[in-house]
Protein backbone atom coordinates (compact mmCIF):
# COMPACT_ATOMS: atom_id res chain seq x y z
CA UNK A 1 0.00 0.00 0.00
CA UNK A 2 3.00 2.16 0.86
CA UNK A 3 4.60 2.15 -2.51
CA UNK A 4 1.33 2.56 -4.10
CA UNK A 5 1.18 5.63 -2.84
CA UNK A 6 4.59 6.92 -3.15
CA UNK A 7 5.09 6.02 -6.20
CA UNK A 8 1.48 5.46 -8.45
CA UNK A 9 -1.16 7.50 -6.53
CA UNK A 10 -1.85 10.96 -7.69
CA UNK A 11 0.53 10.86 -10.68
CA UNK A 12 -0.94 12.02 -13.60
CA UNK A 13 -1.26 9.21 -16.37
CA UNK A 14 -1.76 10.24 -19.89
CA UNK A 15 -1.26 6.42 -21.72
CA UNK A 16 -4.51 5.12 -22.90
CA UNK A 17 -4.57 1.69 -21.21
CA UNK A 18 -3.41 2.65 -17.85
CA UNK A 19 -6.16 5.09 -17.87
CA UNK A 20 -8.57 2.13 -18.88
CA UNK A 21 -6.71 0.09 -16.14
CA UNK A 22 -7.53 2.18 -13.23
CA UNK A 23 -11.07 2.66 -14.47
CA UNK A 24 -11.56 -0.99 -14.06
CA UNK A 25 -9.71 -1.23 -11.07
CA UNK A 26 -11.81 1.27 -9.21
CA UNK A 27 -15.33 -0.18 -10.38
CA UNK A 28 -13.77 -3.61 -9.43
CA UNK A 29 -13.29 -2.05 -5.78
CA UNK A 30 -16.94 -0.75 -5.33
CA UNK A 31 -17.91 -2.46 -1.84
CA UNK A 32 -14.65 -3.97 -1.29
CA UNK A 33 -11.58 -2.31 0.21
CA UNK A 34 -8.67 -1.20 -2.04
CA UNK A 35 -6.08 -3.05 -0.06
CA UNK A 36 -7.76 -6.15 -1.77
CA UNK A 37 -8.28 -5.07 -5.47
CA UNK A 38 -4.31 -3.56 -5.32
CA UNK A 39 -3.13 -7.36 -4.32
CA UNK A 40 -4.95 -8.69 -7.14
CA UNK A 41 -3.86 -5.63 -9.45
CA UNK A 42 -1.45 -8.76 -11.30
CA UNK A 43 -4.17 -10.78 -11.54
CA UNK A 44 -6.45 -8.44 -13.53
CA UNK A 45 -3.50 -7.38 -15.66
CA UNK A 46 -3.08 -11.25 -16.62
CA UNK A 47 -7.03 -11.72 -16.81
CA UNK A 48 -7.20 -9.20 -18.98
CA UNK A 49 -4.32 -8.88 -21.68
CA UNK A 50 -2.67 -6.22 -19.88
CA UNK A 51 -5.11 -3.95 -20.17
CA UNK A 52 -5.28 -3.69 -24.02
CA UNK A 53 -8.69 -2.57 -24.94
CA UNK A 54 -8.72 -3.88 -28.41
CA UNK A 55 -8.26 -7.40 -26.81
CA UNK A 56 -10.57 -6.77 -24.42
CA UNK A 57 -13.47 -5.55 -26.47
CA UNK A 58 -13.26 -9.25 -28.27
CA UNK A 59 -14.19 -11.16 -24.98
CA UNK A 60 -17.03 -13.16 -25.49
CA UNK A 61 -19.37 -15.14 -22.93
CA UNK A 62 -16.81 -18.07 -22.85
CA UNK A 63 -13.88 -15.67 -21.57
CA UNK A 64 -16.84 -14.63 -18.75
CA UNK A 65 -16.74 -17.83 -18.16
CA UNK A 66 -13.76 -18.24 -18.15
CA UNK A 67 -12.90 -15.42 -15.73
CA UNK A 68 -15.55 -16.52 -13.06
CA UNK A 69 -12.98 -19.14 -12.43
CA UNK A 70 -9.81 -17.21 -12.00
CA UNK A 71 -9.00 -16.20 -8.47
CA UNK A 72 -6.80 -14.15 -9.33
CA UNK A 73 -9.68 -11.34 -10.11
CA UNK A 74 -13.01 -10.16 -7.95
CA UNK A 75 -15.19 -12.99 -9.96
CA UNK A 76 -18.10 -10.89 -9.76
CA UNK A 77 -19.81 -11.36 -12.95
CA UNK A 78 -21.20 -7.64 -13.31
CA UNK A 79 -17.42 -6.39 -13.13
CA UNK A 80 -16.71 -8.55 -15.25
CA UNK A 81 -19.05 -7.69 -17.89
CA UNK A 82 -18.59 -4.36 -17.53
CA UNK A 83 -15.24 -4.39 -17.93
CA UNK A 84 -15.62 -5.76 -21.45
CA UNK A 85 -18.52 -3.54 -22.17
CA UNK A 86 -16.57 -0.50 -20.68
CA UNK A 87 -13.49 -1.50 -23.35
CA UNK A 88 -16.23 -1.60 -25.90
CA UNK A 89 -17.25 2.03 -24.86
CA UNK A 90 -13.59 2.87 -24.39
CA UNK A 91 -13.12 2.14 -28.07
CA UNK A 92 -15.83 4.84 -29.21
CA UNK A 93 -14.16 7.33 -27.61
CA UNK A 94 -12.62 9.55 -30.56
CA UNK A 95 -8.88 10.16 -28.09
CA UNK A 96 -9.87 8.37 -24.51
CA UNK A 97 -6.91 10.24 -23.30
CA UNK A 98 -8.37 13.51 -24.09
CA UNK A 99 -11.94 12.58 -23.17
CA UNK A 100 -10.77 11.99 -19.60
CA UNK A 101 -8.27 14.85 -19.05
CA UNK A 102 -11.12 16.86 -20.46
CA UNK A 103 -12.68 16.92 -17.41
CA UNK A 104 -10.15 18.88 -15.78
CA UNK A 105 -9.11 21.05 -18.81
CA UNK A 106 -6.08 18.91 -19.06
CA UNK A 107 -4.53 19.90 -15.86
CA UNK A 108 -4.26 18.28 -12.74
CA UNK A 109 -6.60 20.25 -10.20
CA UNK A 110 -3.96 20.94 -7.43
CA UNK A 111 -6.26 20.74 -3.59
CA UNK A 112 -4.35 21.76 -0.66
CA UNK A 113 -6.12 18.98 1.66
CA UNK A 114 -4.62 19.50 5.59
CA UNK A 115 -6.06 15.80 6.52
CA UNK A 116 -7.11 13.00 4.06
CA UNK A 117 -10.31 13.35 6.22
CA UNK A 118 -10.92 16.80 4.79
CA UNK A 119 -10.63 14.72 1.03
CA UNK A 120 -14.25 14.50 -0.20
CA UNK A 121 -15.75 11.43 -1.56
CA UNK A 122 -17.43 13.02 -4.62
CA UNK A 123 -17.13 16.39 -6.67
CA UNK A 124 -18.83 18.96 -9.18
CA UNK A 125 -17.34 17.21 -11.69
CA UNK A 126 -16.71 13.75 -11.05
CA UNK A 127 -20.43 13.95 -10.93
CA UNK A 128 -20.34 15.32 -14.57
CA UNK A 129 -17.57 12.67 -15.72
CA UNK A 130 -20.01 9.95 -14.16
CA UNK A 131 -22.70 10.56 -16.05
CA UNK A 132 -21.44 11.49 -19.24
CA UNK A 133 -19.62 7.92 -18.81
CA UNK A 134 -22.55 6.61 -18.24
CA UNK A 135 -24.20 8.37 -21.03
CA UNK A 136 -21.69 6.78 -23.22
CA UNK A 137 -22.63 3.18 -22.17
CA UNK A 138 -19.93 2.38 -19.00
CA UNK A 139 -20.78 0.72 -16.03
CA UNK A 140 -19.65 0.69 -12.62
CA UNK A 141 -18.57 4.42 -12.92
CA UNK A 142 -20.61 5.95 -10.01
CA UNK A 143 -19.55 9.69 -9.13
CA UNK A 144 -17.71 8.26 -5.97
CA UNK A 145 -15.83 5.80 -8.29
CA UNK A 146 -14.68 8.40 -10.55
CA UNK A 147 -13.99 10.61 -8.05
CA UNK A 148 -11.52 7.66 -6.81
CA UNK A 149 -10.29 7.20 -10.53
CA UNK A 150 -9.24 11.23 -10.82
CA UNK A 151 -7.47 10.91 -7.66
CA UNK A 152 -5.54 7.57 -8.74
CA UNK A 153 -4.94 8.75 -12.01
CA UNK A 154 -3.73 12.62 -10.98
CA UNK A 155 -6.74 14.19 -12.25
CA UNK A 156 -7.02 16.08 -9.16
CA UNK A 157 -3.72 16.06 -6.53
CA UNK A 158 -5.60 14.80 -3.02
CA UNK A 159 -2.41 14.36 -1.30
CA UNK A 160 -2.41 16.05 1.96
CA UNK A 161 -0.34 19.07 1.73
CA UNK A 162 1.53 17.46 4.68
CA UNK A 163 2.53 14.43 2.48
CA UNK A 164 5.29 14.20 0.14
CA UNK A 165 3.79 13.38 -2.61
CA UNK A 166 1.67 16.82 -2.57
CA UNK A 167 4.67 18.64 -4.32
CA UNK A 168 5.81 16.16 -6.17
CA UNK A 169 2.84 15.52 -8.16
CA UNK A 170 2.24 18.74 -8.80
CA UNK A 171 5.61 19.46 -10.60
CA UNK A 172 4.90 16.06 -12.55
CA UNK A 173 1.87 17.86 -14.84
Known amino acids: MQAYHDTVWGVPQRHANTLFEFLTLEGAQAGLSWRTILLKRDGYRSAFADFDVNVVATFTDADVERLMLDGSIVRNRLKITSTIENARAWLQLDDPVDFVWGFVDGVPARNRWGTMSDVPASTVVSDRMSKELKRRGFRFVGTTICYAYM ?10 VSCFRHDECAGLV
Open 151 to 160: QACGLVNDHP
